[in-house]
């Protein structure tokens, strides 16, 4: 009864799983389990406890990124965040590690609950100096945020290869640029604009 799969790559890899029940599990390296206990290595589906007031069914889209960091985003359109959080990748104005959900942050602070669409990066388990564990996030007023790595400015932030806090990316003017859709990639980022034949992008080439 599986509905969503989302994973990444780092290291030995890990994935989560929604159920049409509602039911949210995960499995692989170093992964959590929402319930305040520390991150661990599973070879198994293991459930997953929510957030407090949030059924499985109130889910609308779930995602990871390295080290094991977990989001779920709500119908209602609060973005939680669960685990690591060494490059900001939670988007709580911290690095601390959380082992219960939080919900991530607008850039001027405020709890993220009118977001409707977020993508994180998936696609490149990078070892190198530094990881690539960021998310870019779309809110009910069609304005871009973007928080986590900004390796290769892929974050469209001023300074390459640094952690950064919740931010609107150079380049982009809320209320005047329109974002439809997001992709976060490895060491880019994609935007789908209003009115335009073309994609928006920023990162390393």
Same mark, same amino acid.
């Given at each position: 009864n599986v509905t969503a799969v989302r994973?990444?790559?780092?290291?030995?890899?890990?994935?989560?799983?929604?159920?049409?029940?509602?039911?949210?599990?995960?499995?692989?390296?170093d992964t959590y389990l929402g319930?305040?206990?520390?991150?661990?290595?599973?070879?198994?589906?293991?459930?997953?406890?929510?957030?407090?007031?949030? /059924?499985?069914t109130d889910i609308r889209y779930i995602g990871m990124t390295g080290s094991s960091a977990h989001y779920i985003l709500t119908t209602g359109g609060t973005l939680y965040a669960l685990g690591d959080n060494g490059e900001r990748q939670l988007g709580d104005f911290t690095t601390t590690?959380?082992?219960?959900?939080?919900?991530?942050?607008?850039?001027?602070?405020?709890?993220?609950?009118?977001?409707?669409?977020?993508? /994180?990066?998936?696609?490149?388990g990078?070892?190198?100096?530094?990881e690539t564990n960021s998310?870019?996030?779309?809110?009910?007023?069609?304005?871009?945020?973007?928080?986590?790595?900004?390796?290769?400015?892929?974050?469209?932030?001023?300074?390459?290869?640094?952690?950064?806090?919740p931010t609107i990316p150079n380049g982009f003017t809320p209320f005047t640029d329109i974002a439809l859709y997001v992709e976060t990639g490895g060491h880019t980022s994609v935007y789908i604009k209003d009115e335009s034949?073309?994609?928006c992008y920023v990162g390393h080439r």
């Open positions: 994973g990444h790559g780092r290291n030995n890899g890990a994935l989560m799983a929604l159920t049409s029940t509602g039911q949210l599990y995960t499995w692989g390296y319930n305040g206990t520390a991150p661990s290595d599973r070879n198994r589906a293991t459930a997953m406890t929510l957030p407090a007031g949030v /059924t499985g590690e959380r082992r219960s959900w939080v919900i991530a942050k607008k850039p001027d602070g405020t709890n993220l609950t009118n977001c409707i669409y977020f993508s /994180t990066q998936e696609h490149d990078w070892t190198g100096t530094y998310v870019n996030a779309i809110d009910s007023d069609y304005r871009l945020f973007a928080w986590g790595m900004n390796a290769g400015r892929m974050l469209g932030g001023p300074t390459d290869a640094v952690s950064q806090n034949t073309r994609y």
